[in-house]
């Protein structure tokens, strides 16, 4: 079974800085995919950004961007240029690849969440 | 093309009573999963159902509990028999395909049992 751990209940960060939120996980699967979803106050999810395991570039969209360490099983976002809307709770989670339909299930397991203020 | 439709949004049960959850997918999709998120926590995986079929449902509790998605119709979760703990917000998300492709989620539906 697979665990993601998110070590860091709550940060704050300043408008317009950089805030890095961590993510562990641990799995015996060789391929597989990450994620990063927001959770606004609305209680949306929100897919912020997606990384596959068998691709050694990280992931980048716009202000969001990942550090996937794959051998330490590490999978951190780093927001830039925080903004007031970045304020949400954030969860990392995890997929494992699964090679035709009807193999097995695309469950996603998550982390705990941590929960972002921006502070204007 | 609408997003993933759950409905109610809210839903307030006695203990005891029958709760019913619907989550209707995206256009073209015909993968659903359901997650449940306790207070305080991340979301926890319940059951992935493809049209007229359970996949896998490892998630569910034991009792009280089923899913379903039918040929025609919105997939449906019902909870029998409502217990307190059983208060939580209820996530659907469906995807086009399989194998790593996003899970479009729905809204919610938040259940209160008094």
């Known amino acids: 079974a697979q665990t993601v751990t998110q070590s860091q209940p709550e940060m704050s960060v300043q408008e317009a800085e950089t805030v890095t939120l961590s993510c562990t996980y641990d799995t015996s699967e060789s391929n597989y995919y990450l994620f990063w979803y927001k959770q606004p106050p609305s209680r949306q999810m929100i897919l912020v950004i997606r990384q596959e395991a068998y691709k050694q570039q990280n992931a980048t969209e716009n202000r969001f961007s990942v550090n996937f360490q794959k051998a330490a099983k590490s999978f951190s976002l780093k927001i830039s240029d925080s903004q007031l809307g970045d304020t949400a709770m954030y969860f990392c989670a995890f997929m494992k690849h699964v090679a035709y339909s009807g193999a097995g299930s695309y469950q996603l397991t998550f982390g705990k969440g941590t929960k972002l203020s921006v502070i204007p | 093309n609408a997003g993933v439709m759950q409905n109610p949004r809210h839903l307030v049960r006695r203990r005891g009573q029958e709760a019913r959850l619907r989550c209707s997918p995206m256009?073209?999709?015909?993968?659903v999963y359901w997650y449940r998120q306790l207070p305080e926590e991340g979301l926890k995986f319940m059951v992935y159902l493809q049209k007229e079929n359970i996949i896998d449902e490892s998630g569910m509790p034991k009792e009280r509990f089923s899913a379903e998605f039918p040929k025609e119709g919105p997939s449906i979760l019902r909870i029998q028999q409502v217990v307190r703990g059983d208060s939580a917000a209820y996530f659907c998300?469906?995807?086009?395909?399989?194998?790593?492709?996003?899970?479009?989620f729905g809204p919610g539906t938040r259940l209160t049992v008094l």
């Open positions: 256009k073209g999709h015909s993968h």
């Open positions: 998300a469906s995807s086009p395909l399989t194998g790593g492709n996003e899970q479009f």
